[in-house]
């Protein structure tokens, strides 16, 4: 099993949480000590390639992962992890480079040569699910090209905005040249698919006590269970009411 952690924006203290998936910096910094106490090592994306059984519950180490490219992440994730001996992944939309608030190209290529991947969350951030044919492959093949034009995505490694993703763009994400698409699908990649690579995506709710239980092995069926009934809602009549409750009770 390889465990694979979703990030988004880190901030430095609790008085700047905004966002639902926000996590601090001192939150981050537990959760890589603890990862690194339940699953031993800290992976690389290559270590994602290996197809087939991972030998079965034998917990083979962890990736720490970012997504949108968020300025924090130069600033304040990038730092931390280093701090802690360990590198992540930052997905990031190739539109959105050099844009006020997101990363740069010079801090990528900075963040590559320290150690860390750049790799791609699509071109635009918008849900891959809404398109079709050439549209989506369009997505999916400009932010690929960008990224290589700029010496950055050398794991050829696909995130999926919002976690959306279906068998037509898994397919355009193998035509496009990808090695590896990484899902929000829950789990601990018990058997190691590269092209739905699962994750235990962190927010505000799960960053504190709950986490180390979140990432520990035990009752994974329960937790699976509870995480597939959760997204029927969310995809369902029901979504609206579920974020409602969701993004109201953060406040």
């Known amino acids: 099993m390889k465990l694979v952690l979703t990030y988004h924006r880190v901030v430095e203290h609790q008085s700047a949480l905004a966002g639902f998936f926000d996590v601090t910096s001192e939150e981050l910094r537990r959760h890589i000590r603890e990862a690194g106490e339940i699953w031993k090592h800290n992976c690389s994306p290559g270590d994602l390639l290996e197809t087939g059984r991972a030998n079965g519950l034998t917990r083979r180490g962890f990736l720490i992962t970012f997504d949108d490219g968020t300025a ?82 050398c794991w050829d490694f696909l995130a999926v905005p919002g976690g959306y993703f279906n068998g037509e763009i898994k397919q355009a994400a193998q035509v496009e040249h990808y090695a590896l698409l990484r899902t929000l699908q829950w789990g601990y990649n018990r058997a190691v698919n590269p092209f739905s690579i699962e994750s235990v995506t962190v927010n505000r709710r799960t960053a504190g006590r709950w986490f180390r239980p979140l990432i520990s092995p035990r009752f994974e069926s329960l937790k699976r269970a509870t995480y597939r009934s959760k997204e029927f809602i969310k995809t369902g009549r029901l979504g609206a009411l579920y974020f409602g409750l969701r993004d109201g009770r953060r406040k």
Request: with cysteine; net charge neutral; hydrophobic share 35%.
């Open 72 to 153: 924090d992440h130069y600033g304040i994730a990038a730092p931390l992890l280093e701090q802690e001996g360990v590198r992540g992944v930052f997905f990031v939309n190739t539109s959105r480079l050099d844009r006020d608030g997101y990363l740069s190209v010079a801090q990528c290529r900075e963040m590559q040569a320290r150690g860390h991947a750049i790799e791609s969350h699509s071109h635009e951030h918008k849900l891959l699910t809404h398109f079709q044919g050439a549209d989506l492959r369009y997505q999916l093949a400009e932010s690929r090209r960008r990224l290589r034009e700029l010496g950055l995505g």
